[in-house]
């Protein structure tokens, strides 16, 4: 498959459902039994994965390099949670994203986030080349 171009407005999401041990108690982000803001983060950064992955290269790959995200409403376990991710912007290899969330009750978070474009394999042998 030819990969096509990254392109300002391509949608993507991720679903969840909240479970005991995406809690911030049991994550370590805080003490209570209600969703994560890493684990909100990971699902936005899915949904922002979702929305390039067709038009990546064989071997590339993005990694993400910036998060500005706010948390603005709890979520408690049981109830299903959805990331929505949009490109707003595409400057060479960096991609930035407006990102999303939602629970049954509404969004519970929002912010940007950026990801860079590599090649799998070199991005790895230099992180690997530290040990």
Known sequence: MIPMEI????????????EREDTAQEV????LLVYATPCMVALMEG??????????AEGQTTVGTMLNIEHI?????GLE??????????????????VKA????????HGTHQ???VNSQKFL???????
């Open 115 to 117: 990801r860079v474009m």
């Open 81 to 98: 949670v959805r990331a929505e991710a949009e490109v707003t912007e595409v400057n060479g290899k960096v991609i930035t994203f407006c």
């Open 125 to 131: 042998d230099r992180a690997y080349a530290k040990l």
């Open 28 to 31: 370590g982000s805080g003490d």
């Open 47 to 56: 949904a922002a994965c979702n929305a390039i992955e067709d038009a990546l």
């Open 102 to 109: 939602f629970d049954e009750a509404g969004e519970i978070g």
């Open 7 to 18: 392109t300002v407005g391509m949608k993507g999401e991720a679903e969840t459902t909240a």
């Open 73 to 77: 409403s709890a979520t408690p376990v």
